[in-house]
């Protein structure tokens, strides 16, 4: 079975600071890419940042560039998203899910894209 198990979020301040993490299993990890994706009440679901199968691209989306950072290994089957100076409009449902490419270094930047999701972590950034 195919799984995403997300883990990390919680409650904190603006300007603080949280990391993500995304765990899988049951299927080979470096077929993936792997990215995060965002849904805020009553908001449709965003892409927030994605790392490719194999070569290091990334994305990130203009919201969070230069606050969050997303990191994997593959060795461990896990993908790290940082996120530094939260602002409360990233509070969301943050999701960890995996898109099977073509290409081993295209980075998917929609949530359309991906196949398989996690449950989701909560993020919630007070003012």
């Known amino acids: 079975e195919k799984q995403l198990v997300e883990s990390g979020g919680g409650l904190v301040q603006a300007g603080g600071s949280l990391r993500l993490s995304c765990v899988a299993s049951?299927?080979?990890?470096?077929?993936?890419?792997i990215g995060w994706i965002r849904q805020a009440s009553g908001k449709e679901r965003e892409g927030v940042s994605s790392f490719s199968r194999l070569d290091g691209s990334t994305y990130y989306a203009d919201s969070v560039k230069g606050r969050f950072t997303i990191s994997r290994d593959n060795a461990k089957n896990t993908v790290v998203l940082q996120m530094n100076t939260l602002k409360p409009e990233d509070t969301a449902v943050y999701y960890c899910?995996?898109?099977?490419?073509?290409?081993?270094?295209?980075?998917?930047?929609?949530?359309?894209?991906?196949?398989?999701w996690g449950q989701g972590t909560q993020v919630t950034v007070s003012s």
């Open positions: 899910a995996a898109d099977r490419p073509t290409y081993s270094d295209y980075v998917p930047r929609t949530p359309f894209e991906y196949d398989y």
């Open positions: 049951g299927f080979r990890f470096d077929d993936y890419a």
